[in-house]
């Protein structure tokens, strides 16, 4: 090994002697280095460990977090004792409102019954839970390796680490019971806590699964329901640290378990960001966000982040892997990051990740546009991706979700505003000619220099003209974007009063996004006609993101399920009637979401026998005893 080494440095030498003989003179001097390697923890240039203190919620996330429904304890949407439809709470410029519309729209779009309140369960059954399978050697082993390693069995620890966010979950939290639990959580500390808990599960024969924000929406922590071994959550969320920032590589280093909005906090106070915003970003993990491929708001300029990620370390049942080299681009066969992301924990676990960063924007700006239907909406987010000028997020949404938005409007501050709305509406109704039951929005998200957002500015507006748009204001824009983080709230308000609902999406050529968006609408349309619902289903569509051959279409479902015996399975019935109706029309079977459980049945028929087959390949090399054991992506894996 060190004759090859000093073979290969003499060779290095030699190569770089004749380039210094092309050069002029005393103008260069090179010598050999090594590329980036070993411990990708350091850096030499601006390390800037973070301080840890910043959490988005606790390492025992029921504290802050709701352990039946998305997101923080302390907001959502309620009836309060006037009647009206408020959020409460104050971590959203929403909170504290009471929102006038709402309660009308949600009256004459799903049949709200204030009368059929239904509470969710305060506490989980005990008795459908069952007391945890524990294997006594792992956890005696595990004590010994880690002396540190914070550990649970306690029921409320286990419930909140064997769901994710799909329908099905949230409705079994709230009413009903998982078949299985997990049995025990690990919180490992750093990359070398989880080498030793993925040798302790091998060597014991232990099923792991892991854990970040826990914010999917595919079933990908459900356990399986056969599982005779101990299930193991490992929650990831206490490695939250950004190890370095190299600023002028403009990139940095991260363990996986940092929350998004906690890793843009973080790279905020050496003035970057990543701009890597999926809507789940204030709960979801950095490791998450690999492990399903996950898109933002924000990839016009930013990128998806297979285009963020320099490097990644994973911890398999073989081994850790990872590159060993940060350049910014290498030909050296297969990216092994691409078997990295979007494995969906079926492989390891990621433990680590380097990611390309900007600095922060100085200018950042919300826009909106009006639109007199869905199809002049789309022909100029078409010619928008065809110049290749799309500001950071541009986002339109149909009219069901215009209609949405808008009855999600607080209080009018005044007469002269109640006055001003009015007379907009006006002039847009009467004097443009744009039909209420058609008019579609597009919300704007600038960022950049000033000059740069002002010119942006100035040309999407001027493309927006060619399709009959119309400048709606920055601060539609603004309640459009936060709308994106309020729409799980709704859901949950929603199955109190038996109205249930989920969403799905799928990326499109170009040439079928309306065709697709129509298919799908009829389809689910057509579908709830066959069950004689009380009411008539809610059925809306965005377009979310661009790129120059297609975009993303992101589809929201929601039922009146009064008279149900079975609402769940229902809502799963039609959500499989659309996706066969999506992979009909040209669509893909996930854009951003990934697999998980709940849509395996259509992987083999997107990636082919061979495909497929090659992914069970690299699951029998790396974890030959099914260790990671969630069985999500692969067809047939029970």
């Not at 799909?166 to 009903?176: A, I």
């Not at 009855?407 to 209420?436: C, R």
Request: with cysteine; hydrophobic share 35%; aromatic share 8%.
């Amino acid at each position: 090994m060190a004759e090859t080494t000093q073979n290969t440095s003499a060779a290095a030498q030699r190569r770089l002697a004749v380039l210094n003989g092309h050069l002029r003179s005393g103008a260069v001097n090179l010598a050999a280095v090594e590329c980036a390697s070993g411990d990708p923890r350091k850096s030499d240039r601006g390390s800037a460990p973070a301080s840890g203190d910043q959490r988005a919620f606790p390492v025992r996330r029921q504290e802050e977090l709701k352990w039946n429904g998305w997101g923080y304890s302390d907001s959502g949407f309620q009836i309060n004792d006037r009647g009206s439809v408020e959020f409460y709470g104050k971590r959203y410029l929403i909170g504290g409102q009471e929102l006038p519309h709402f309660r009308s729209y949600l009256e004459e779009h799903l049949g709200l019954d204030e009368s059929v309140y239904k509470p969710p369960r305060e506490l989980p059954d005990e008795s459908k839970i069952g007391a945890p399978v524990l294997n006594r050697a792992f956890i005696t082993d595990m004590q010994s390796r880690v002396k540190e390693l914070q550990m649970s069995s306690d029921l409320m620890d286990r419930v909140v680490h064997s769901h994710g966010h799909t329908l099905e979950e949230m409705y079994s939290m709230c009413y009903g019971h998982l078949a299985r639990y997990v049995d025990f959580v690990v919180w490992p500390s750093n990359h070398d806590d989880v080498v030793q808990i993925v040798e302790c599960a091998c060597k014991h024969n232990v099923c792991v699964i892991p854990c970040g924000g826990a914010t999917n929406v595919s079933g990908a922590l459900i356990c399986p329901p056969g599982e005779k071994r101990m299930i193991v959550s490992v929650d990831m969320t206490k490695m939250n640290r950004v190890l370095w920032v190299d600023k002028e590589n403009m990139t940095m280093h991260a363990e996986a378990g940092i929350i998004g909005q906690d890793l843009e906090h973080e790279l905020g106070k050496h003035g970057f960001c990543t701009g890597h915003e999926p809507d789940s970003m204030e709960l979801s993990s950095l490791g998450g966000w690999i492990a399903t491929r996950a898109s933002g708001m924000k990839k016009n300029v930013y990128g998806n982040i297979e285009e963020l990620v320099v490097r990644i370390r994973m911890v398999t049942p073989q081994g850790p892997m990872e590159k060993s080299c940060m350049a910014p681009r290498v030909s050296v066969g297969p990216d092994i990051h691409h078997m990295m992301m979007g494995s969906e924990g079926m492989f390891g676990i990621v433990t680590e990740a380097t990611l390309r960063i900007r600095p922060v924007p100085p200018c950042r700006k919300y826009g909106s546009i009006l639109f007199p239907d869905f199809t002049s909406g789309v022909g100029f987010m078409r010619e928008i991706a065809k110049q290749r000028c799309a500001p950071a997020s541009i986002r339109l949404v149909d009219n069901e979700q215009f209609q949405l938005g808008h009855a999600l409007k607080g209080p009018a501050g005044s007469m002269f505003t109640t006055w001003l709305d009015a007379m907009k509406k006006l002039y847009v109704t009467k004097f443009k000619g744009y039909d209420p039951q058609t008019l579609t929005g597009c919300t704007l998200l600038f960022e950049g220099t000033h000059e740069e957002v002002a010119a942006q500015e100035k040309r999407v507006y001027s493309i927006a003209s060619h399709f009959r748009g119309l400048a709606g204001g920055e601060e539609n824009g603004r309640r459009g974007y936060l709308l994106t983080f309020l729409i799980a709230y709704i859901r949950d308000f929603g199955m109190q009063y038996l109205f249930v609902g989920d969403s799905f999406e799928t990326s499109v050529p170009w040439a079928r996004v309306l065709s697709l968006c129509r298919n799908v609408k009829d389809c689910l349309r057509r579908e709830c006609a066959k069950l004689n619902l009380v009411h008539a289903p809610l059925v809306s569509c965005r377009v979310t993101q661009t790129y120059d051959s297609g975009a993303c279409i992101y589809f929201y479902m929601a039922i009146n399920c009064k008279g149900l015996s079975d609402p769940i399975h229902v809502v799963e019935a039609l959500e499989t009637s659309a996706r066969n109706e999506i992979i009909a029309s040209g669509g893909s079977v996930s854009h951003h979401h990934g697999i998980g459980k709940i849509r395996k049945k259509w992987v083999t028929e997107s990636l082919s026998e061979q495909g497929v087959e090659a992914i069970r390949a690299l699951k029998q090399h790396f974890d030959p005893k099914n260790i990671f054991g969630a069985n999500n992506l692969l067809p047939n894996a029970q």
